[in-house]
């Protein structure tokens, strides 16, 4: 909830400016090509402010709601529809955000209805899976990772083919990483994006598995994005407090940027 009307409309006058000096030509040429994507995820109140604000940039800027019920319409008070989010014209959502199970009541089963039922609409998902601190601790994050996983995903050949086209992404996001300012090491980083990697291609084989952007979410910074982001298996990041200011969000982009160059 850290985007207001206010901070929404400053956050990208200001994005647009320093981007014209910031931004390196070969990143804006990436992301013109969509070969790199930028993506914000405000408030519900702020998106259509948010919509409007990216369309005047010097580049391209999507931007996701932070959670869709999975019902298309009903008596359901308090919640949005996804019919509700295509109207102003939102095209992604986030699922599942660690928040989100903790505060919420979030499960398992809920993430899972959600992630067919927008799948389903044509929404762009992004499903986020992770581990507690206690559950590292204990050895568990591949279990938990998995048990995650394979709750929302359809078994073979019940639907898979929807997640064949790149409109499902994982975002893994270790719950003891999140605003706590600890950060999985590469290598830890990286062992939990081989393990959904290898789920993927074992429920779906080689085409899903590799059209499927696996992104990394915890305390990612301008500071450690470019080691994170050389991993194999992490082709982005999902980021909270470090994207609030433009000038690390436009480090962040950068940072992705000079991955694909490798």
Known sequence: MNHGHAATDLFFQDLWKRSASDLPQGARDQLQSKRLRAMVIPPFLSLERALAAAKGGNFPVAVAAQNVHWEKSGAFTGEVSGTMVREIGIQSCLVGHSERRQYFGETDETARKRTESLLEQGFEVILCVGETRAEREA??????????????LPSEGQGAARFLDGRLIIAYEPVWAIGTGLTATPEQAQEAHRVIRSLLRKRFGDPASDLTPILYGGSVTPQNADSLLSSPDIDGALVGGASLKPESFLALVGAGSRCLSV
Request: proline share 0%; glycine share 8%; charged share 35%.
């Open 139 to 152: 050895g568990k994050t591949e279990d938990v990772v998995t048990r995650q996983l394979d709750a929302a």
